[in-house]
């Protein structure tokens, strides 16, 4: 009886350590928004690089946030490379929620309404929105996010990036 009395008492406690160590989704969401804030007075403020890492560390800990997608694609405009601002959004859209894709392809075609060049990549099939990514375009992205960069050595970075999509019809 006493041995009992003891496993459940351990399995209480367990459970109420458990409970009190785990962070709740208020929480993560509160943290979230917070870091999103720090993004948004930075894009205010025109320190877009600054913006982008806090956005980038917002991806690494929420791969579908498509809020911080959004800041790192008006980021990069504001740095006038609207060819990585909008390949940030072809990635966004491969990766946030169904629920926020309408939000991501209206940002894209506003962006690709005021840069010719990217008109001109849309009507070629050189950037596409939607279908799924290539393992290698995927992996491409994330090493810009771990390394903090966009640029390729000896790219000027405002080009128009080649995308690898492949699009389901």
């Known amino acids: 009886l006493i041995a009992i009395f003891i496993a459940i008492c351990a399995v209480i406690l367990l459970f109420v350590w458990i409970s009190s160590n785990s962070e709740s989704p208020d929480k993560n969401a509160s943290q979230l928004n917070e870091r999103l804030s720090v993004g948004e007075k930075y894009l205010s403020e025109l320190e877009y690089d600054q913006a982008i890492a806090v956005y980038e560390a917002i991806i690494k800990i929420d791969v579908k946030c498509a809020d911080a997608y959004l800041g ?56 596409v929105l939607g279908g799924e990514i290539d393992g290698d375009a995927f992996a491409q992205f994330f090493h810009m996010v771990e390394n903090g960069t966009s640029e390729d050595e000896g790219s000027a970075g405002n080009d128009v990036i080649d995308i690898d999509v492949d699009v389901e019809e």
């Open 72 to 127: 790192i694609s008006e980021a990069y405009e504001g740095k006038k490379e609207a060819g990585n601002a909008a390949q940030t959004l072809v990635y966004a859209y491969a990766m946030v929620e169904k629920e926020d894709k309408a939000i991501v392809e209206d940002r894209f075609k506003e962006l690709a309404g005021r840069y010719e060049e990217l008109q001109e990549a849309i009507q070629n099939g050189s950037l």
